[in-house]
């Protein structure tokens, strides 16, 4: 799921602003990225039915595009629309209890700070680890304070194989110092959905990843 390099994209409604969301969505699904999380937070995010419908129209866009889809912290919506995968935070459900939920056809993503919660996200189960926020973040109000790539960097020597996607305000101008601390992928919110111009701000982030350029 994470054999290339990944562009690792999270959007729900509130993310979109004036634009149209599935909209958006595809965009990004034509500009290249690879991985979709659903992460449907803040003031007017969806829930209930709405909520249900939304998600299973964004999975069928991924599916278009053979992009995986996955859902942020709601194991229940995950669940009733067969996501290909679920993302956790520490503050979240225990993730042992989350892997025992889904089984094992769905992968998990845990967010992690440091080796220690890498261990024991990896001893519960976890597919892949996000790790952050990199940089300062405009998109999550609670959000600890930036670590840089650093602790990427120690996960990565203690865990070489396990995929670590980097998040938390990156560019395509500082994504190469995330690269380089031997990330598998970057995630972004607000640098895409922002953009007005998606697919090339797409094409930008791809042209960040080592050994490949882009236009």
């Not at 278009?64 to 996501?83: H, I, Q, R, S």
């Not at 225990?94 to 056809?105: F, H, M, Q």
């Not at 970057?186 to 050994?211: K, L």
Request: glycine share 12%; with cysteine.
């Amino acid at each position: 799921m994470f054999d290339n390099p990944a562009i690792y994209f999270l959007m729900g409604t509130p993310n979109a602003g004036t634009k149209d969301p599935l909209a958006l969505l595809e965009q990004a699904l034509e500009g290249g990225i690879t991985h979709f999380q659903l992460r449907e937070k803040g003031e007017g995010a969806l829930s209930g039915s709405a909520l249900e419908d939304f998600a299973a129209a964004c999975k069928k866009l991924c599916k278009a595009y053979d992009v995986p889809f996955f859902v942020n912290d709601d194991v229940d919506l995950a669940c009733t629309v067969e996501a290909d995968g679920i993302h956790i935070g520490q503050e979240d459900m225990d993730c042992g209890a989350v892997r025992k939920r889904i089984g094992y056809s769905m992968a998990l993503g845990v967010s992690v700070h440091s080796v220690k919660e890498a261990n024991q996200a990896l001893s519960c189960g976890a597919t892949y680890l996000g790790m952050g926020p990199v940089y300062g973040t405009r998109s999550k109000a609670d959000a600890k304070p930036a670590a840089g790539v650093s602790e990427i960097r120690k996960v990565k020597a203690q865990y070489p194989h396990v995929p670590i996607i980097g998040i938390g305000g990156i560019e395509p101008h500082n994504a190469d110092a995330v690269w380089q601390a031997g990330a598998s992928g970057i995630a972004v919110i607000s640098s895409i959905a922002e953009a007005d111009d998606v697919m090339g701000q797409i094409q930008r982030f791809q042209g960040s990843i080592p050994g490949r350029r882009v236009g």
